[in-house]
């Protein structure tokens, strides 16, 4: 009888304790996720950010979103917690339990997620990921083909053409230049192309805003410079 009474207390007390105290103890793993992390598709054309809470929830924590997220990937407006076991995935769940996303660490600070109707969904640390990739509207314009001096002036349209958009090259420039014939240019990942209407296209890094700087890097070094 005593030993019922006793029982019937500690559930009573467990009843009555707080949803944190419940909470099992957060795990290293799940530590380092604390904070804001990058979310976003595969090319980062769609991205916000998630901030991963130490605040217990059922069956996890708090993960919040920023407001545009359930715009872009529809499913969040039903994400309720995260939780993230030792040696396991990192887990998005509903109200009910249900996971609707899981993400494993492929390198470290990012964690990626294919997901069914939705793609190959990223997190990357905020303040560790690279900036998102130029889009075309962003390069358009006029620029300066330069090695030692000027070399051509080109115009980068965000008219489709083929395989890329227009490139117009102006009067005046360098038989070596001219001889590559270029009419297209696209963005590839990080890169910036100029495609010859032959052969292998010029590749381009950005080195700041305004300047690209010609890869492979040659003994006289290719720019771009806006105009």
Do not use: H
């Not at 005593?2 to 207390?9: D, E, F, H, P, W």
């Not at 904070?35 to 595969?42: L, M, P, Q």
């Not at 899981?102 to 990357?124: D, K, N, R, Y």
């Amino acid at each position: 009888m005593i030993a019922m009474r006793v029982a019937l207390i500690m559930l009573a007390a467990l009843a009555l304790t707080p949803a944190s105290a419940q909470q099992a103890a957060m795990g290293d793993s799940a530590k380092d996720m604390l904070g804001a992390w990058e979310f976003s598709n595969a090319d980062r054309d769609k991205r916000c950010t998630a901030t991963f809470k130490n605040a217990a929830v059922k069956g996890g924590f708090k993960v919040e979103f920023d407001p545009d997220c359930a715009n872009l990937f529809p499913f969040i407006a039903d994400v309720t917690g995260w939780r993230y076991p030792e040696n396991d995935n990192l887990f998005l769940f509903d109200a009910g339990g249900r996971t609707l996303a899981e993400f494993s660490e492929v390198e470290s600070g990012m964690f990626e997620a294919p997901t069914p109707g939705v793609g190959v969904l990223f997190l990357q640390n905020a303040a560790a990921a690279a900036p998102p990739p130029k889009k075309p509207d962003d390069v358009a314009g006029d620029w300066t083909i330069t090695g030692q001096g000027p070399l051509c002036e080109i115009s980068l349209s965000t008219t489709v053409e083929g395989d890329g958009m227009k490139l117009v090259i102006k009067p005046g420039c360098s038989a070596d230049i001219s001889k590559q014939q270029f009419g297209r240019w696209r963005i590839d990942g990080s890169e910036l192309l100029l495609l010859p209407a032959q052969g292998t296209p010029w590749r381009f890094v950005e080195n700041d805003t305004d300047t690209w700087q010609r890869i492979p890097e040659s003994a006289t070094p290719i720019t771009l410079l806006r105009k």
